[in-house]
């Protein structure tokens, strides 16, 4: 035979030799990629790849893993999804984690728990697929608890300065960077809150055992502050504890931690003293919309003012965290709806507008907090004090009360609070001298008589404040209504 007759046929043999070739060069060049995390460089190597052959499985897991690390989801689910149709392994834990991402936990626990299976057939390590399903059905129950939360506004800040957002009365306590509360050069990523006496500070800390736990000092009697203190367990745990914040009540203790009740990083929990035994209760995870798979913290509540603030890193930049506004519940109101993708976005707090109240007006209460530690707040009518009767009423004087007996509960209130007040600052010159004295047995009885004084105050100012809000409230829809009439 010719050799000219068969000359094209081996220049295509040897082409079509060359570009498998380079091929299989590529195709490994893009695992090698993938195994160093380099998922963006390896992504159109298997792009191209999978192009000339859609029905690899192992590709279609290549790929769809690639576009799912470099934020491509809607993509990667069908690739990722024709691989876990082929029993591919690792396709079923990265198609669960891009439905847990979704907010999609149902389908991210069937996923999860099918890469058990396939882990135990081949008798591999099965701990992280169970802490994975763990955490999915934990987020699968908060999601199915999801509380209505009225979110009346966000803001995107720096990292480093958010707690200057959060625009307290007085009456709330203040809030501080660490380091600079404590004039460190350290990097401490922590705040500091300090009552409103400003003799007490919560905060967390860095330590050797357990990474960061929330300590407390209170002020000694020149003005110097006394010795760190943990707190104890359960608020503290081997997890980070951090950002503390306590309410007026001197016992409900808000703080995020990132144990094992959380979803993703830091979530915030609420626990509260025991006056009678000293000792905090189990913690409890506040559910969503305040936590989320991503980190959530420093929550804080302006009672006088009924406004709370939290921060989250969820959907933001590395160096960024938004500050969400919100109206506390008095009581947690749980989404009823039965709309799960109406649920889901009340959960990731997609607009905080989907929380509105029909109707509400919300700038009064925008425009009262903006003017918080203004300087144009010499413009602002001031008064006696602040009760805040509902979003739209507020009352500074006692001329201002309608009902006799709202306003005698309101007095009440007011004198058992100037009452804590006072035996708590003779309780604590008595401690202050118990420290320095030689014979420290006189102050024992008289400290321990006026902490017995202190639980019983304790709580009761509060109370009678909702009742005189109650009593306000039901007398001036009374009167209304005989107005119609």
Known sequence: MRLDILKPFIISIVALSWSISLCGQGLERAKELYKAGKFAEAKPIFEENIRKNPSNSSLNQWYGVCLFETGDYKAAEKYLKYA???NILESFRYLGNLYYLDYRFEDALSQYNKYLEQLKKKKMNTAEAEKLIKNAERAAQMLRRVEEVQIIDSLIVDKASFFKQYKLSSESGTLHDYNTFFNLSSKNSSTVYQNQRGDKI????KTAKNGYDI????KLIDDNWGEEIALPAPVNSSANENYPYLLSDGTTLYFASSGEESLGGYD?????????TGNYLVPENIGMPFNSIYNDYMLVIDELNNVGWFVSDRFQEEDKLIVYLFIPNTEKKIYRGGDEAHARSLARISAIKDSWIKGADYKPILEKIARIGNPDEGNIKKGDFLFQINNRITYITLKDFDSDEARNLFIKAQDIRKSIQETEDKLQRLRNEYRLAQNKKPFESQIVRLEQILLKLYGQPEELEAKSRAE?????????NQKKK
């Open 84 to 86: 876990a149709s082929r």
């Open 215 to 218: 300590m407390t000092r209170s």
């Open 472 to 480: 306000e409230i039901s007398y001036l829809i009374k009167m209304q």
């Open 202 to 205: 919560l905060y967390g800390a």
């Open 268 to 276: 915030i929990f609420v626990t509260r003293l025991n006056l009678n």
